[in-house]
T-cell receptor, first 113, second 113 residues
Framework: DADVTQTPRNRITKTGKRIMLECSQTKGHDRMYWYRQDPGLGLRLIYY???????NKGEISDGYSVSRQAQAKFSLSLESAIPNQTALYFCATSRTTNTGELFFGEGSRLTVL | AQSVTQLDSQVPVFEEAPVELRCNYS??????LFWYVQYPNQGLQLLLK??????LVKGINGFEAEFNKSQTSFHLRKPSVHISDTAEYFC???????????FGSGTKLNVKP
């Protein structure tokens, strides 16, 4: 089983719908991140969380919200999806006392029509 | 914020040939540098990292990278590539306490037989 699990792996939805992407991890890491990947743009940070009570905005947080339900769970929500939110979304984790390595899930591909 | 530049969006190369993937970053302060690899339909995984010490860093699968502070570069090299190296490669930078990671736009390495 994957250490960082994302659900759903693929989702097609319509403009205006609410969408939630979920991430769970069994690595025991405190830090969790949501990134968005677009062709030619690399990965951009949406939100990050260093523990259950600590949530921070990243570079492109507009139109997104997150919830850290437990140390192991970090969800990303699109309250009203729009077509330019079509992208590949990655969840990642790292240790608080880390040497810099991020551990990624396999990604959630979201298409907004 | 950091800026990470990967000038080559695609690099085609024949099997057993050498390859260099270029990465430049913007900051003049102390940074930590990483290369991640993304195989098709997978998340990213760490290839190698520079934290301190020797400027030549060796990673998995025969890859290595050299940190050049004066040129703010961290180019990735492999002396002889294999078909299985076909993937997208991302350079990433983190400052100080690993709170945030900034990714380049990625380089697609296409190894041809």
């Amino acid at each position: 089983d994957a250490d960082v699990t994302q659900t759903p792996r693929n989702r097609i939805t319509k403009t205006g719908k609410r969408i939630m992407l979920e991430c769970s991890q069994t690595k025991g890491h405190d830090r969790m991140y949501w990134y968005r990947q677009d062709p030619g743009l690399g990965l951009r940070l949406i939100y990050y969380s260093f523990d259950v009570k600590d949530i921070n905005k990243g570079e492109i947080s507009d139109g997104y919200s997150v919830s850290r339900q437990a140390q192991a769970k970090f969800s990303l929500s699109l309250e009203s999806a729009i077509p330019n939110q079509t992208a590949l979304y990655f969840c990642a984790t790292s240790r608080t006392t880390n040497t810099g390595e991020l551990f990624f899930g396999e990604g959630s591909r979201l298409t907004v029509l | 914020a950091q800026s990470v530049t990967q000038l080559d969006s695609q690099v085609p190369v024949f099997e057993e040939a050498p390859v260099e993937l270029r990465c430049n970053y913007s900051s003049s302060v102390s940074v930590y540098l990483f290369w991640y690899v993304q195989y098709p339909n997978q998340g990213l995984q760490l290839l190698l990292k520079y934290l301190s010490g020797s400027t030549l860093v060796k990673g998995i699968n025969g890859f290595e990278a050299e940190f050049n502070k004066s040129q703010t570069s961290f180019h990735l090299r492999k002396p002889s590539v294999h078909i299985s190296d076909t993937a997208e490669y991302f350079c990433a930078v983190s400052e100080g306490n690993f709170n945030k990671f900034y990714f380049g736009s990625g380089t697609k390495l296409n190894v041809k037989p």
